[in-house]
């Protein structure tokens, strides 16, 4: 188990791993750029519950009111029903979308016209389901 996860449950916080692009899918590094925490008890998410949080980058996510600079913080345990937005690994490379099932076939959905929805050619790997969005107001 990775070490930040566990020392999160152990503090009841929820550390921010890294960035998770909303727009085209890209390879991310899984290293974090910076660690941040949040209490779980002011985010009213159940102690125990198996989270994590990235910072969101793009406008793909814009019309579910999912903006740059968001973090979103996601269960990975939790398994998605349709019209989750998840974290998700398509044919290698994650982005933050809906998760849609049609005709028993799941496929990735922007929440912004300007951009397709993604089938996987190969893969789709549901990293976590969206529980929380931390805004920051300046």
Do not use: C, W
Not at 5 to 12: N, T, Y
Not at 42 to 53: D, E, H, Q, W
Not at 57 to 75: C, F, P
Not at 92 to 101: E, F, P
């Amino acid at each position: 188990m990775d070490p930040l996860l566990k020392l999160s449950e152990l503090l009841g916080s929820i550390s921010v791993l890294g960035a998770i692009q909303a727009g085209a899918p890209v390879s991310e590094s899984a290293r974090p750029d910076r660690l941040d925490s949040f209490d779980v008890e002011n985010l009213r998410i159940p102690k125990g519950m198996r989270t994590f949080a990235l910072k969101v980058r793009g406008d793909s996510m814009i019309n579910a009111g999912i903006h740059t600079g968001d973090v979103v913080i996601l269960d990975f345990e939790k398994e998605p029903k349709n019209r989750d937005i998840v974290a998700a690994l398509i044919d290698g490379d994650s982005t933050l979308k809906r998760y849609i099932v049609q005709r028993g076939r799941p496929f990735l959905k922007a929440e912004n016209p300007a951009y397709p929805s993604l089938i996987p050619a190969q893969e789709l790997v549901i990293q976590g389901v969206l529980v929380a969005l931390f805004r920051q107001v300046t």
